[in-house]
């Protein structure tokens, strides 16, 4: 079954900065890699996701980028704001239906004004 | 993004009580609902996978006679967690799957059984 791995666990930035959350995977044929984004005590929020037919999305200030080779993808977020503090997820698929997801451990990110 | 809603938001109950939750697609229909269980700073864990017109698929070490799973309509899911213990006590979040696979999450259950 997938494997989702997800680093650093705590992020802490300055306004302005970029943020890099990376995750790994081990199923080679998972194609679609959502990321959410949880304030406290709220639902997560989906806020990009990427399929393996292209290496790389972008949303304004949030893109995500994927390595199919070496199983990995990457949540990069510019100019960050206090308001993007949060805690981000990355997910895979579990299997071959897409339908059930495997979450990394989340990501807390701190963005210091 | 689609809607998905859940009620109650938080409930507190007594030992040994019932308690039923419910998650709504509001804009979409939804053939497969997820409920998932989220321990303060954790991860989502998948509890099972609810589909419409079909029993659910609960996940390994997941009581399926205390977490009662019932999938009425393509738009309506219901989590009843039966005789609650303490141990229950947790944030439930529901989410609906439309059909180009994204999920979208409920606002969350948080149960505390006292």
């Known amino acids: 079954g997938e494997n989702v791995e997800q680093h650093p666990s705590t992020l802490s930035v300055q306004e302005g900065d970029s943020a890099v959350i990376k995750c790994t995977y081990s199923d080679s044929a998972s194609n679609y890699f959502p990321w959410y984004k949880q304030e406290l005590g709220k639902r997560p929020q989906l806020i990009i996701d990427i399929r393996s037919n292209v290496g790389e999305k972008k949303d304004q200030r949030i893109a995500v980028t994927l390595n199919k080779t070496a199983k990995h993808f990457s949540l990069h977020i510019t100019e960050t704001q206090p308001e993007d503090s949060a805690v981000y997820f990355c997910?895979?698929?579990?299997?071959?239906?897409?339908?059930?997801?495997?979450f990394g451990t989340g990501t807390r990110l701190l963005v210091s004004p | 993004g689609a809607v998905v809603s859940q009620h109650p938001s938080r409930v507190i109950c007594k030992s040994g009580t019932s308690v039923k939750i419910e998650c709504r697609s509001l804009d979409f229909q939804a053939t497969t609902m997820f409920w998932y269980r989220q321990f303060p700073k954790k991860s989502l864990m998948l509890m099972a996978t609810s589909n419409e017109g079909s029993k659910a698929t609960y996940e390994q070490g997941v009581e399926k006679d205390k977490f009662l799973i019932n999938h009425a309509s393509l738009t309506l899911s219901t989590l009843t967690v039966t005789s609650a213990h303490p141990e229950d006590s947790s944030f439930y979040i529901c989410?609906?799957?439309?059909?180009?696979?994204?999920?979208?999450f409920g606002p969350g259950t948080r149960l505390t059984v006292l």
């Open positions: 997910a895979a698929p579990r299997d071959t239906g897409f339908q059930k997801l495997v």
């Open positions: 989410s609906a799957r439309d059909q180009i696979h994204e999920q979208f």
